[in-house]
């Protein structure tokens, strides 16, 4: 469970705060959906060791080097566990992109819209960000359509590191003009 002080944004439904290691079991939940898998990649998170080892290298490790990352998605009446939505600093892109991913039980309620829209608002008045990225696989039109409804805008296609296949880039501009 993670405390208030490390909520970064909330609306009316959703509560988006920091990841914990406490949050290990829910990760290997959602690491392990096969959406989760096809779309973003096996991250061969087995165990909730493998999961605490995930969260440290990853999302921990995020917030202290970059001061952002992704974030664990709650309800506000429950406080349970819906997914993750933030940003993610990659070296071979030149700005932080949008990342987001939800327990396929918690599909179609629209908290991936309304978590990513907390997110770029967050980035754009507490983290001064200008721009934001978000890539996505060319098959992942459920993710496109989202991009498409919070303004994004295709870019290029591109090929991150280490892959075979090219995936789609889209941008969007968050303050003033961007060029």
């Not at 690491?31 to 990649?41: A, K, T, V, W, Y």
């Not at 440290?56 to 939505?85: M, Q, W």
């Not at 967050?122 to 039109?141: G, K, P």
Request: net charge negative; charged share 25%; glycine share 8%.
């Amino acid at each position: 469970m993670t405390h208030d002080n490390d909520q970064i944004a909330s609306t009316e439904r959703l509560s988006i705060s920091r990841l914990s290691v406490a949050d290990a079991g829910f990760i290997l939940k959602l690491l392990n959906e096969p959406s989760f898998i096809q779309f973003i990649g096996d991250r061969e998170v087995r165990t909730e060791d493998d999961a605490r080892k995930y969260l440290a290298e990853g999302p921990l490790n995020s917030y202290e080097k970059n001061g952002f990352g992704l974030f664990r998605v709650s309800s506000v009446g429950t406080h349970d566990p819906l997914g993750i939505c933030g940003l993610v600093k990659r070296n071979e892109l030149p700005h932080p992109d949008l990342g987001f991913a939800f327990l396929q039980t918690r599909w179609s309620n629209g908290y991936a819209l309304e978590s990513s829209r907390a997110v770029l608002q967050y980035a754009a008045s507490e983290l001064d960000f200008l721009r934001v990225i978000a890539i996505v696989n060319a098959d992942n039109l459920a993710s496109i359509r989202l991009l498409n409804k919070l303004g994004f805008n295709f870019e290029k296609m591109v090929r991150m590191t280490g892959e075979t296949e090219d995936i789609c880039q889209y941008t969007i501009a968050l303050q003033g003009d961007c060029r």
